[in-house]
């Protein structure tokens, strides 16, 4: 079982970077798949990128794609999720998830979830 807690979001002018962090306790945090989805109020949680078990296969949404990042330590039992040039646009509620599936992009795919983070990108 893993419990998944994010922290460091926060309040940001466009163009800033935040780096978000997962941490894990539970057993088996190196045998999940771990992703970031979010989420604004009204529409749907978004997938935003996806790291497989071993590290070796990510998977970053177009929206975001050159500009964030997603890796993982498993040693530290972590996933993070470096934000750079954040645009008002990615405003929302960060959430960690994981499971024991390949990289997926639907949030039903993933067991479980932390509490979420937010980020706010003013303009």
């Known amino acids: 079982q893993v419990q998944l807690v994010e922290s460091g979001g926060g309040l940001v002018q466009a163009g800033d970077s935040l780096r978000l962090s997962c941490a894990a306790s539970?057993?088996?945090?190196?045998?999940?798949?771990m992703a970031w989805f979010r989420q604004v109020p009204g529409k749907e949680r978004e997938f935003v990128a996806g790291?497989?078990?071993?590290?070796?296969?990510?998977l970053h949404a177009e929206a975001v794609k050159g500009r964030f990042t997603i890796s993982r330590d498993n040693g530290k039992r972590t996933v993070y999720l470096q934000m750079n040039s954040l645009k008002p646009e990615d405003t929302a509620v960060y959430f960690c998830?994981?499971?024991?599936?390949?990289?997926?992009?639907?949030?039903?795919?993933?067991?479980?979830w932390g509490q979420g983070t937010q980020v706010t990108v003013s303009s």
């Open positions: 790291i497989g078990w071993s590290g070796d296969r990510t």
């Open positions: 539970g057993n088996g945090f190196s045998t999940y798949a």
């Open positions: 998830a994981a499971g024991r599936v390949p990289l997926n992009i639907s949030p039903v795919a993933y067991r479980y």
